[in-house]
Structure formats: C-alpha cells, structure tokens
C-alpha cells in the first residue's frame, strides 16, 4: 500500500512539475495560429480598402468551375470575361465558355442579361447601387456574377462573415506576379486568396473548395488584368440592343449559366 502511495506521489509531483511546461508548449502553438489568422485578415482588409477605393476598374478573369456527376466523376469547365465597374452603380460584365455567352449591363436603374447565343435579352428595374443589384440577382433571380464578393462596397464584411479559421500561408506567384498566399475556413467551404505584393494588393486568384460535397468541387477565379487607370467609356453602361434580339422575361431566360444542360451519358 505505501509503494502504490507513493508511487502516486511520485505521479502526481511529475505532472505537477510538466504541468507549466505542458502550458507553455501549448502557448507556443496557439500563439503563432493566432498571429497567422491576424496577419491574414490584415492583408485581407488592406486588399478590400484598395479595391472598394477604386472608382472605376477594367479586368480580365478566367473561371474554372468543377461538378460532380452522379457517378462520381469530377468534370471542370472553363470561361473567360471581362468587366467594367464605375462605383458606385455602373457594371458591365461579360462571360464567355463553351455552354454560354452572355453580358450583364447595368446602368444604376436597370439591370440588363443577354443571352448571345439565343439573341434574347430580359430586363429588370433595379434603382440603388451595385451591391443591391448583385444582392437581387441573387436572391431572387439565381444569377451570380463572377467573383461578385471582390466587386461589393463591404467586401471585408461579406468576406469574413463566418470564419473559423485565417492563415497566413505565405508567398506564391500567380501569372508571374507575386502574391501573398491567405487561406480562410467557414463550415462548409474552404478558400483561398492570392493577394498582389506592393501597393497595388489587388486579388489575383480566388479559390472556393466546398466541404459538404464528396470530391470536394472547386470555384476558381483568376484576374488576368486589372486597370485603373483607363475611365470606361459612359457608353459602356448603356445597352443597346442587337440586331433582332428578343425581349423576354426574367424567369425564360436560359443559356446564362456556367455549365451545360444536364444530358445523358453517351453509353459505348
């Protein structure tokens, strides 16, 4: 009975002795975690103040979007656009792929979707500015533009509503520019930004991974090029119609999203 006493004792002094140590090592662990989340929303806000202080922008952007068959194979398709936006309520934005061609004009009272490919356009009154526009589309229309979150007036809040987890993970170069490399985590998505080195932080490459999917599909978006020098041209926010376009309503519109109508495999 005295040798197990004593050997609890003995237990006991130990983990009394490791217990400070135990403490500091944890210490150590959390405390670079928690610069890392910090270093990385800092960058974050000075991108979005660099980016929402813009007046006027012209880009480039390439999309790559991943699906999920049924039988679980990964399939990606790709597109291409460009984009004007004058704040706080002009956008013009086009996107091309092999499934669609469309361009979204708004004027800051009226947001216009044509679809090229059926030469049909629909219409929908929409007086405020860019972020209510965005915000309707989507809530009520289905219609996401491309990396629409880089294009709100509050892009830090809208960014990290929902973050459990920042990090910093360094550098990396994107399309031969350099970038900070900022990783985020909500509960259902994972993403990452590539934000430009220097006194231009603007976003270079965007990616959202979905955690509640199997095969974990991704969104990418990349800026190809980004001018602030160059003032858009007013007319570039007014539509005008094509040659025997077709006004239809909101709801028929089609062709105006990223990937093909869903078909049957083709069996061998």
Known sequence: ?????????????TLARLAPLTFLLALAVSQPARAEGEDAKKILKAM????????HVVLKYDVDIEVITPELEKLQFNSSGEAALHRPDKLRVTRTGGYTDIELVYDGKTATVLGKHSNTFAQLKLPG???????????????????????LSNMYDELVAGVIEAKHIGHGVVDGVECEHL?????ETDWQLWVELGATPIPRKYVITSKTLAAAPQYTLRIKSW???TE????????????GAKSIEFTALADVGELPAPAEAQKE
Not at 132 to 142: F, K, P, T, V, Y
Not at 183 to 187: I, L
Request: zero cysteines; proline letters at 5%.
């Open 48 to 55: 979005s103040d660099y980016v929402t202080g813009q007046k």
């Open 227 to 229: 001018d602030t020098s």
């Open 129 to 151: 500015s860019l972020d209510q526009m965005i915000d309707r589309l989507r809530a009520e229309h289905n219609i996401e533009m491309p990396g629409a979150d880089l294009l």
């Open 183 to 187: 990783a985020f985590r909500n509960q």
């Open 232 to 243: 858009p041209d007013a007319k570039s926010f007014t539509f005008a119609a094509p040659q």
């Open 1 to 13: 009975m005295d040798s197990l006493t004593n050997d609890r004792s003995g237990r006991v002094r």
